[in-house]
């Protein structure tokens, strides 16, 4: 009996395009989780990034446990030539900024922004007074009983003073800024202050901030939970992951619904 030939022809019967070479899934995958990577290390080295609320020096505008979007791309200030091209503006007084801290680890603080470079600043029984106005501030809290050295005076205008509470760097210049009673901001600086005023270590006890330091402005409160500064005191690998635990376990009870994706202001 005669056999036939019983081999096929794969390029008619099947498509053409099982026959080219595909990227294993697991290539694919990489691709698209370094794809991701990138975008995420591109937002949050130019655009946004995301932070959380340490102290009470802000309260009641923002409270210990708040977490943060910050806009990174939104001040123009630093000579860049794309400053002319995107929507960047000034830094303007009342802004809420985060910024590097001066000194030690170079922590990341948040605050207002008090004076602009250029401007005259005092404060005489508890009001704040810039270029000779009295400033506006509708969002600061006083505590009677704080017993802030520079709350109801500043600045100092003797050296007796500058040992109570001041960093010793500070100390040793502020009074190279002081003219006719009145703080005199450098350029390329910025004073700041917390709207918790007399629970707020700012510019008074430690300086100036620089335009350098400052990484962006507050835009919303993405998630609040409900915390001490004392849960968030330890800032190591350890602490974090701890606190991270933490507040999953206790999502539903500690979460402040309420301040959910509030603007800040």
Known sequence: ?????????????????????????????AESLLITILLAL??????????????Q??????????HLLVNKFVFEGRGAWYEKLL????????????FKFPYDDHPHY???????????????????YVNGVRLAEPYVVHDSVAGDPFGDNFPPTDWYF??????????????????DAQLIVPPHKYFVMGDNRDESWDSRYWGFVDRDAIV?????IYWSVRATSSDYADRG?????????????????????????????
């Open 87 to 98: 929507p960047y503006r000034s830094i303007r007084r009342g802004d809420i900024i985060v």
């Open 110 to 128: 948040v605050k207002r922004v008090i004076a602009l470079p250029g401007d005259r600043l005092r404060i005489a029984a508890r009001q704040v």
């Open 237 to 265: 690998l350890f602490g974090t992951l701890r606190g991270i635990e933490d507040a999953l376990v206790h999502l539903r009870s500690r979460t402040r619904w309420h301040r959910m994706l509030r603007e800040v202001h």
């Open 162 to 179: 500058l040992g109570i509470g001041l960093r010793p760097e500070w100390a040793r210049h502020l009074l190279d800024y002081v003219k």
């Open 42 to 55: 591109f937002g949050t080295t130019f655009i946004v990034q995301a932070f959380k609320i340490p102290s």
């Open 1 to 29: 009996m005669d056999v036939e030939n019983s081999s096929v022809d794969l390029s008619r019967s099947l498509p053409a395009d099982r026959f080219e070479p595909r990227v294993p899934a697991i290539a694919e995958y």
């Open 216 to 220: 962006g402005r507050p835009m919303v």
């Open 57 to 66: 020096s802000m309260e009641p505008t923002l409270l210990v446990g708040d």
